[in-house]
T-cell receptor
Framework: DADVTQTPRNRITKTGKRIMLECSQT?????MYWYRQDPGLGLRLIYY???????NKGEISDGYSVSRQAQAKFSLSLESAIPNQTALYFC??????????????FGPGTRLTVL | EDKVVQSPLSLVVHEGDTVTLNCSYE??????LLWYKQEKKAPTFLFML??SGIEKKSGRLSSILDKKELSSILNITATQTGDSAIYLC???????????????WGLGTSLAVNP
């Protein structure tokens, strides 16, 4: 079974709709991240959370919000989707006790298309 | 501003060729550099390198960091079609106010290995 799961895996929606992408992990990691990936722009950090009570904006948080419902769950919401939010979205986790490896473990991704 | 630059952006080779991918960074007092491989899904961890200069190897892949040149190379010998992927480099900056040691990502090198 996958350690980091994302739902849905694919979503097509219309401009103005509210969308929620969900991420769950069984790794027991405190740290969770949301990235988007666009061709030619690499991975860009949207939001990250270092524990249940901690939420931080990343590079491109405008138009997005997050909720850390539990250690294992981190949801990303698009309050009113727009076409330039069409992208591949990744959730990732990391363990601050990993002896400096700073390795992040990625979910399988959600491909979102906003028409 | 902290920056990670990968080169080339894309590369096409034939099976059996050896390739060298480069990652240059401008991150003062960085802590470590990570290489990831991304096929048609989530990035997966390959290596972590530090300023110790110790080479890391895994099968046909090897990587080393040159602290003086502020760069790292990833070598793949006897390439196979299964090596076709995007190779991502990320740097862990030192902990300072505001960054919470978020990874700084390069844009990646897209490698295509033709039979």
């Amino acid at each position: 079974d996958a350690d980091v799961t994302q739902t849905p895996r694919n979503r097509i929606t219309k401009t103005g709709k509210r969308i929620m992408l969900e991420c769950s992990q069984t790794k027991g990691h405190d740290r969770m991240y949301w990235y988007r990936q666009d061709p030619g722009l690499g991975l860009r950090l949207i939001y990250y959370s270092f524990d249940v009570k901690d939420i931080n904006k990343g590079e491109i948080s405008d138009g997005y919000s997050v909720s850390r419902q539990a250690q294992a769950k981190f949801s990303l919401s698009l309050e009113s989707a727009i076409p330039n939010q069409t992208a591949l979205y990744f959730c990732a986790t990391s363990d601050p006790r990993d002896r400096g490896r700073n390795e992040q473990f990625f979910g399988p991704g959600t491909r979102l298309t906003v028409l | 501003e902290d920056k990670v630059v990968q080169s080339p952006l894309s590369l096409v080779v034939h099976e059996g060729d050896t390739v060298t991918l480069n990652c240059s960074y401008e991150v003062t007092n960085f802590r470590s550099l990570l290489w990831y491989k991304q096929e048609k899904k989530a990035p997966t961890f390959l290596f972590m390198l530090t300023s110790s200069g110790i080479e890391k190897k895994s099968g046909r892949l090897s990587s080393i960091l040159d602290k003086k040149e502020l760069s790292s190379i990833l070598n793949i010998t006897a390439t196979q079609t299964g090596d076709s992927a995007i190779y991502l480099c990320a740097v862990v900056p030192p902990e300072r106010a505001g960054n919470n040691r978020k990874l700084i990502w390069g844009l990646g090198t897209s490698l295509a290995v033709n039979p």
